[in-house]
């Protein structure tokens, strides 16, 4: 009997840890309020011009954890953290080498780490504000999680993370809003979502209006996501009846030419991150450009299930622009950097204000 009891009592304590941890996951879990004032570090007071080239480029950085030999336990792979402090380190200088060789004006980043298990509690948003001494920049917050122990063996930990954009011009009005997300259990996973809108005054008194966003990946509720779109599309809708002109950059995590699985991979099955964009609910008078992207053939994205590898991972497009028509597109590209740093290649666009 006492070896009963002792069973016994090692199970109750194992169940009260168990109860003690999910209890602590909802008491600690705190979505920040919407329509949140962001404050921007102006390093740079550039109005743009009307008829001049710009250049907007979008780059999910992958909290610099997403080397190509790579792969992330949520999608079917092994790791949870990057490998090491040094691993973030060499794989953001890459990054930043890889946006300096296209000289942007506007940068859209997602994925950005304040602190982290995952990311080596390097700060990402740091690193690139020192970095990109020209240019002005806005930080908005995802998330700030709790402590996730899982994998039981290597835990991913807890995360503060967002969204950062940068300009080579004056940032002004920068607000955070809140994105729907799912309200059950499904919350602690794919975690809070967002996206921010910046006004760029110009000479001619008008505004450019960019938006950098993240929509849900492992979100299984279609519903919810596109409650997510529906938001950004009256908020771009409202921008643009305004007179403003409007740019979104970001990461969908749809795919933006509707075509991805069969282009990359020769076949119709879809992840839950690359459903079709939903291009029949764009707002009128916007475009989600994308000449060219298919017929290049670079990806914009690799699914993680396995280490990079071009002739057997799945690929992907999901990231890229929706501007509004008082913007000529010029052209858009994807980089095609075989995945070096990060498990997504930057896209970078450019445009004119008409």
């Not at 030999?69 to 949520?74: I, Q, R």
């Not at 409650?227 to 933006?256: P, R, T, W």
């Amino acid at each position: 009997m006492t070896l009963l009891y002792t069973l016994l009592a090692i199970i109750a304590f194992i169940l009260l840890i168990f109860i003690v941890y999910i209890a602590y996951l909802f008491i600690s879990y705190k979505r920040l309020p919407d329509k949140q004032n962001l404050k921007s570090e102006i390093r740079n007071t550039t109005k743009l011009k009307i008829d001049t080239s710009y250049r907007a480029l979008t780059f999910n950085i992958g909290y610099g954890a997403y080397s190509a030999d790579y792969s992330f336990f949520m999608e079917g792979g092994e790791s949870s953290r990057a490998y090491s402090p040094e691993a973030v380190k060499e794989n953001i200088n890459g990054q930043l080498q890889e946006i300096e060789s296209v000289n942007p004006d506007l940068i859209f980043l997602q994925e950005v780490d304040i602190k982290g298990h995952r990311s080596k509690m390097v700060n990402e948003v740091q690193f690139f504000n020192d970095n990109l001494p020209d240019y002005s920049s806005v930080f908005s917050q995802n998330y700030n999680s709790a402590y996730l122990f899982y994998p039981f063996t290597k835990p991913i930990g807890s995360a503060k993370s967002g969204i950062l954009t940068l300009a080579k011009a004056k940032l002004e009005d920068s607000v955070r809003y809140s994105l729907p997300i799912d309200t059950d259990f499904n919350k602690l996973m794919d975690l809070d979502r967002c996206f921010s809108a910046s006004k760029i005054p110009l000479e001619n008194g008008k505004y450019l209006q960019i938006l950098n966003t993240h929509v849900s990946a492992y979100s299984k509720n279609a519903e919810v996501k596109m409650e997510q779109f529906a938001k950004l599309f009256n908020f771009i809708d409202k921008s643009y009846q305004d007179g403003n002109y409007v740019i979104v950059g970001g990461d969908f995590n749809h795919d933006i030419i509707g075509n991805s699985p069969q282009l990359f991979n020769g076949t119709d099955k879809r992840e839950q991150w690359e459903q079709p964009f939903p291009f029949e609910n764009i707002p009128e008078g916007f475009t989600l450009f994308v000449n060219g992207l298919a017929e290049a053939m670079i990806p914009t994205a690799r699914s993680l299930n396995i280490p990079y590898q071009k002739s057997e991972s799945k690929l992907m497009i999901i990231d890229g622009f929706l501007v509004s028509n008082n913007i000529k597109v010029g052209s858009i590209h994807a980089m095609d950097l075989e995945f070096a740093h990060s498990d997504h290649n930057p896209v970078y666009m450019d445009f004119k204000l008409i």
